[in-house]
């Protein structure tokens, strides 16, 4: 696993087992900035169930399709 992807800050634990079931959203997140990560951790704080968690962890891997 990527060193960043484990040190990018207080990762919630919702996000880290979202990210782990798809790898292109995974992908898509290690090559973030640290900023961007940030970004993504704060957006996910709004999140109130694991279909809306799903759902924003496949927008990340839209981005590199």
């Known amino acids: 696993m990527n060193k960043d992807y ?4 207080d ?7 979202a990210l782990s079931r798809n790898l292109n959203a995974m992908t898509a997140f290690s ?6 990560k940030q970004n ?3 957006g996910c704080h709004k999140i ?8 924003y962890v496949q927008s990340l ?4 399709s």
């Open 6 to 9: 484990i040190n990018c800050g």
């Open 31 to 36: 090559l973030m900035s640290p900023e961007e």
């Open 61 to 64: 891997a839209n981005r590199i």
């Open 40 to 42: 993504v951790i704060s």
């Open 11 to 17: 990762m919630p634990m919702g996000l880290g087992m």
């Open 48 to 55: 109130g169930s694991k279909e809306e968690m799903q759902e």
